[in-house]
């Protein structure tokens, strides 16, 4: 069974500062997905990062893929109030199975000014 | 493209009542996958379809809940009879594939009284 972990899975953070958020799963896989989530919204897609080395960027986030080591990373840079929100990863299992995607129980990110 | 559509958008119903949730997924898109999330479980996926098919029901958390999908632009969520555990909201997904990037629908927000 795949399994999704995320760290932390709160942080409070303020402008301006650097931080990064942890994506680490069980088993193979070759395509990771980022959503973030606001407070009574739908999951909006982020990143699709589909093979080990890929790293996506968009504004002040970017995120990374580490195939071998099972971990992405999506990074924060700067920090704004407007990227406060909660943010999944999601990992297929790409060594056969037929399971959808597995999410990550989010991490909850709270930018203060 | 008007994405993924979800109806209603909230329902609140008595204990015993039978509730039917709709989902139009994104036209061309072949796999749909219907999820709840609550605070305490998080996000989980209840079914997925392939080209119609289910192909993995193993999260549908017992008999009062059944999924449906006639044709490649319609699916329903039922249960019946509804308790006040079933309160939640609830995603349908779409994807071109099923190990492709999702797209959530707004929710359905359900609560059982």
Redesign the interface.
């Known amino acids: 069974e795949l399994k999704v972990e995320q760290n932390p899975l709160f942080l409070s953070m303020q402008e301006g500062k650097n931080y990064t958020i942890y994506c680490n799963y069980s088993t193979t896989s070759d395509?990771l997905?980022w959503?973030r989530q606001d407070p009574g919204?739908?999951?909006?897609?982020l990143f699709?990062l589909l093979s080990n080395g890929a790293v996506k960027q968009e504004g002040r986030l970017m995120a990374s893929l580490d195939t071998k080591a099972r971990l992405s990373t999506l990074h924060i840079t700067a920090a704004v109030h407007d990227l406060s929100a909660t943010y999944?990863c999601?990992v297929?299992d790409?060594g056969g199975g037929?399971?959808?995607?597995?999410?990550g129980?989010?991490t909850h990110l709270i930018i203060q000014p | 493209d008007a994405g993924v559509i979800q109806s209603p958008r909230h329902e609140v119903t008595e204990m015993g009542q039978e509730v039917t949730l709709r989902c139009k997924p994104i036209s061309g898109h072949n796999s749909l996958f219907w999820y709840r999330q609550t605070m305490m479980r998080g996000l989980e996926l209840l079914i997925y379809f392939n080209n119609n098919v289910p192909i993995d029901d193993s999260g549908m958390p017992e008999d009062r809940f059944s999924a449906k999908m006639p044709n490649a632009s319609f699916s329903t969520l039922k249960i019946q009879p509804s308790e006040p555990r079933d309160s939640a909201v609830y995603f349908c997904a779409s994807s071109l594939q099923f190990y492709n990037e999702q797209f959530f629908g707004p929710g359905t927000r359900l609560t059982v009284l």
């Not at chain 1, 919204?41 to 897609?45: G, I």
């Not at chain 1, 037929?98 to 999410?103: I, Y």
Request: proline fraction near 0%.
């Open positions: 395509r997905y959503y919204k739908s999951l909006e897609s699709v999944f999601a297929w790409s037929a399971d959808g995607l597995t999410f129980k989010g």
